[in-house]
């Protein structure tokens, strides 16, 4: 079965916590790439009461099989309660950028 590439958004507060995530997915070969945007407004509903924050949004690109780490090193290190972990399958996009991503997410083990 090939191993399907992911695309992973989870949502940070602030620089540190964005910065510690990335580096770790990445040392940890849980993640080929992780894009920090700053200056996302997410508005949402917590515990019954709309909210309103400036976040950073990762995106993160890993594949299927590394996805459970990705999971564990976010919820380790993340300061929410309940972060946004949402993954989406990528059906496309530049050949060698796909095997980049593959080969450095390939499970050392």
Known sequence: MPTELLLVYCTCP???SAESISR???EQGAAACVNRLPGVFSTYMWQGNPET???ILLLIKSCSERYPEVEKIIVSLHPYELPEIIA???DRGLPDYLHWVKQCTENQT
Do not use: T
């Open 24 to 26: 770790q997915l990445i």
């Open 53 to 55: 924050s400036e976040e």
């Open 14 to 16: 602030d620089l540190n």
């Open 88 to 90: 989406v399958s990528v």
